[in-house]
T-cell receptor, first 118, second 114 residues
Framework: GAVVSQHPSRVICKSGTSVKIECRSL??????MFWYRQFPKQSLMLMAT?????????EQGVEKDKFLINHASLTLSTLTVTSAHPEDSSFYIC??????????????FGPGTRLLVL | LAKTTQPISMDSYEGQEVNITCSHN???????ITWYQQFPSQGPRFIIQ???TKVTNEVASLFIPADRKSSTLSLPRVSLSDTAVYYC???????????????FGRGTQLTVWP
């Protein structure tokens, strides 16, 4: 399957600082990437759709000014958590769609980034 | 909002076949059915995807009845390492679709015992 990477794998920051998380498609180009957040013992929650060369589309309830998304190339999307607070501590996971052979696409996920805000 | 319903948990023993059924009564014509496996503190891992009938790969089979309102993931001869959460999702995975957002439900916690 296609490989999606994330960096860093874990980060600890102080409250009020900003943190950038990178999501890369390693062996394919991705015009569309997705960002999810997962709290302990819960399922993944879709935050936003990242579109290469255009603005991201945010899900209802997700603050676009707090979670800045940039998709400047076909292999890289970044999520910046601005002015992070302890309640932003979570597991952030990105994904990307890959074209298959028949006509459908498949979504592959990165390994996730553990964010801890002190 | 998740468009699927799955059992919250299932138990099995090593070497047995496990079948996890997912309900998606409101599946749309363009929707595909995709299953993922997730271990703690890892991103979901793709297992299998299908549109209708039966799909098989090296790790699992996916059975989809004609009405497509449900699907069954079949894991042959599970081992302890198959203990994980399994998610069933439906979404428009057609090439170039801008509607292909996948919304996760609670998933099924499969526990395999020795």
């Amino acid at each position: 399957g296609a490989v999606v990477s994330q960096h860093p794998s874990r980060v600890i920051c102080k409250s009020g600082t900003s943190v950038k998380i990178e999501c890369r498609s390693l062996d394919f180009q991705a015009t569309t990437m997705f960002w999810y957040r997962q709290f302990p013992k819960q399922s993944l929650m879709l935050m936003a759709t990242s579109n290469e060369g255009s603005k991201a589309t945010y899900e209802q309830g997700v603050e676009k000014d707090k979670f800045l998304i940039n998709h400047a190339s076909l292999t890289l999307s970044t999520l910046t958590v601005t002015s992070a607070h302890p309640e932003d501590s979570s597991f952030y996971i990105c994904s990307a769609r890959v074209q298959g052979n028949v006509g459908e696409e498949t979504q592959y996920f990165g390994p996730g980034t553990r964010l801890l805000v002190l | 909002l998740a468009k699927t319903t799955q059992p919250i948990s299932m138990d099995s023993y090593e070497g047995q076949e496990v079948n996890i059924t997912c309900s998606h009564n409101n599946i749309a014509t363009n929707d595909y059915i995709t299953w993922y496996q997730q271990f703690p503190s890892q991103g979901p891992r793709f297992i299998i995807q299908g549109y209708k009938t039966k799909v098989t790969n090296e790790v699992a089979s996916l059975f989809i009845p004609a009405d497509r309102k449900s699907s069954t993931l079949s894991l042959p001869r599970v081992s302890l390492s198959d203990t994980a959460v399994y998610y069933c999702l439906v979404g428009d995975m057609n090439r170039g679709s801008t509607l292909g957002r996948l919304y996760f439900g609670r998933g099924t916690q499969l526990t395999v015992w020795p």
